[in-house]
Structures are given as structure tokens and as C-alpha cells.
């Protein structure tokens, strides 16, 4: 971990966190934390810790949907359009930049220029803590899956793809 200022991304990400009343420190790494792989192997904790973010747009409302996802599953995107109500389209790079404020590999769960509608894997809520994107391929922040979820007003589904 860095002890030099945050990048203005990580930043913006600590300020949302302290706004919303908690006390979780973002951190940065010198090596990436872009995959959950690379996060896991940074943090020293099991990939199934990192809440991978995804961004996808509601195919009818072009809605931004975040999903908050154990890095160990893979998302069941009709599973969670079925929760949504409306089919999900994949986001490219720049609906995601556009939407949230932040490019991907670093969508955190929180800051984003518009709140998205947001569903967390069932899996997560597991975990005594997790791992969580922090505005930059390099920065990430340590909380827990209570906090998760009120931090993104979250709901809590089973959107793992079956194995």
C-alpha cells in the first residue's frame, strides 16, 4: 500500500465513503487490483472477498445497474434482469465512464455521477469482510457486506450463474 495522496478518482471515492457516514479507508497498491485475481493477490485475502462491480445498462430505461458480485461468481445476467424487471444490455466504456464517473476497472460502489439501481450477490453476505473497488485500477477499500449494502441501497439476490 501507497502512503502518498489518493488519485483525484480514489478521492472522490474516500469523500463519498466519509459522506455517507462511514470511517473505511481507501487504499492504494503499487500492483493492480483491476481483476479480482490481481485485487485478491494484492490484499492477500481469497478472491471470493473482492465485490467486483459491474455496470450494466437496463436495455428499455437505459437505466445504470450496478451489481455488486463475489469475485469467485460469475453474474447471471437474465437472474438479474428478472429482478430489474427489464432486460440488461453490456455497458461499454464510455456509458460506463459517463454514468458513474469512473472508467472500468475501477467502478467503485459508491460516488457515481448517478445513482444506480443496485443488486448484490448473495454470496458476499458470507464474508466477515470484503474488498471493494475504490476509483482506480490501483485502489481499493475494506468493508463489510452489512455496510455494502447501505452504502448502494443494495438489494440482496442470488444472481450467481449456476456452475
Known amino acids: 500500500m501507497s502512503d502518498a495522496p489518493l488519485k483525484d478518482a480514489a478521492r472522490r471515492v474516500q469523500e463519498a465513503i466519509e459522506a455517507a457516514g462511514f470511517a473505511f479507508r481507501v487504499s492504494e497498491f503499487p500492483a493492480s487490483t483491476r ?3 490481481e485485487a485478491a493477490a494484492a ?6 472477498q473482492i465485490a467486483k462491480s459491474l455496470i450494466f445498462r437496463a436495455r428499455d430505461s437505459g437505466r445504470a445497474v450496478l ?3 463475489s ?16 432486460k440488461l444490455a453490456r455497458a461499454d ?15 467503485p460502489p459508491v460516488g457515481h455521477r448517478e445513482a444506480p439501481v443496485a443488486f448484490i ?3 458476499l453476505m458470507d464474508m466477515p469482510e470484503i474488498w471493494a473497488a475504490a476509483g482506480t485500477p490501483n485502489a481499493v477499500f475494506r468493508l463489510t457486506p452489512v455496510a455494502l449494502v447501505a452504502l448502494t441501497d443494495g438489494q440482496v439476490a442470488a ?3 449456476p456452475a
Not at 469475485?71 to 427489464?86: F, H, Q, S
Not at 464510455?94 to 467502478?107: L, S
Open 43 to 48: 490484499i492477500g485475502c481469497a478472491v471470493a
Open 121 to 123: 450477490d448473495a454470496d
Open 67 to 69: 451489481v455488486m458480485a
Open 93 to 107: 466504456a464510455d456509458f460506463v465512464r459517463t454514468k458513474t464517473g469512473f472508467a472500468i476497472g475501477g467502478v
Open 159 to 161: 444472481i450467481k450463474k
Open 35 to 37: 481483476t479480482s485475481e
Open 71 to 86: 469475485g469467485a461468481n460469475r453474474v447471471d445476467e437474465k437472474a438479474v434482469g428478472r429482478l430489474l424487471g427489464e
